[in-house]
């Protein structure tokens, strides 16, 4: 069994059911590589305990990256870099999905939006348009790309020229009974949220 959901946060309405806007516009994408200093949204964490030693991409979640940018780059878009404030908020989440084997967006105790702010990623701080991608059923990254790119919603989310950065994790379910098996979480967003080093993630 496979499912899939989606839903954007943006700052311009986009075609397609489950999109959202917010008042104030994307402000103009920032980059740490450019040397610039961390965005006033910037913060830690809090209820967004997660295993730092897992917050790498494995072969899978890499591959699905690798596509996703291929498959950005033939509509002439850039490519998703790796944010580690964005791999916090998809390994919480992933984990989370797998744990109690459900598959919304809102987390049990809050929204989905309040959960990137928690995990580090103040979005409205810094005017940035946020994205959320949600699969269940496939261990592989390239089936759950496909399924993503199947659905009208997922696929916006792909190929939304706004995000620049990306977390992307898989987590296996606990239980041998699973429905799903894999849960994966792809979270986007538009602005670069000054993240961590990856040293200085730890349990909290």
């Given amino acids: 069994m496979t499912i899939a959901a989606s ?6 309405l986009l075609s397609g059911a489950l999109h959202l ?7 103009p994408i920032r980059a740490r590589a450019q040397g610039l200093g961390t965005p006033v949204g ?19 979640e890499q591959a699905v990256l690798d596509a996703t940018n291929a498959y950005r780059a033939q509509y002439g878009l850039q490519p998703l870099h790796i944010s580690w404030t964005l791999q916090r908020v998809a390994l ?10 459900y598959m919304q967006h ?21 005017g ?19 399924q993503w790119q199947s659905s ?9 020229p706004a995000f620049s950065v990306v977390g992307i994790k898989r987590v296996q379910a606990v239980g041998p009974g699973d429905p799903y098996g894999w849960y994966w979480a792809m979270e986007l967003a538009s602005v670069d949220g000054g ?7 730890s349990l909290r």
């Fill in 21 to 27: 806007t917010i008042p104030s516009p994307t402000r």
């Fill in 92 to 101: 919480w989440k992933a984990s989370d999905t797998a744990m109690h084997t």
């Fill in 42 to 60: 910037a913060a830690h964490s809090v209820n967004c305990g997660i295993d730092a030693s897992r917050i790498a991409l494995d072969g899978e």
């Fill in 152 to 160: 009208p919603m997922h696929n916006a989310n792909l190929l939304n």
């Fill in 7 to 12: 839903l954007a946060f943006v700052a311009s």
């Fill in 195 to 201: 993240d961590p080093d990856v040293s200085d993630l």
């Fill in 106 to 126: 809102d987390d049990g105790f809050r929204s989905w939006e309040q959960r990137f702010a928690d995990c580090g990623y103040d979005y409205a701080a810094m």
């Fill in 128 to 146: 940035a348009s946020i994205g959320e991608n949600l699969a269940a059923g496939m261990p592989g990254g390239a089936a759950t790309l496909a």
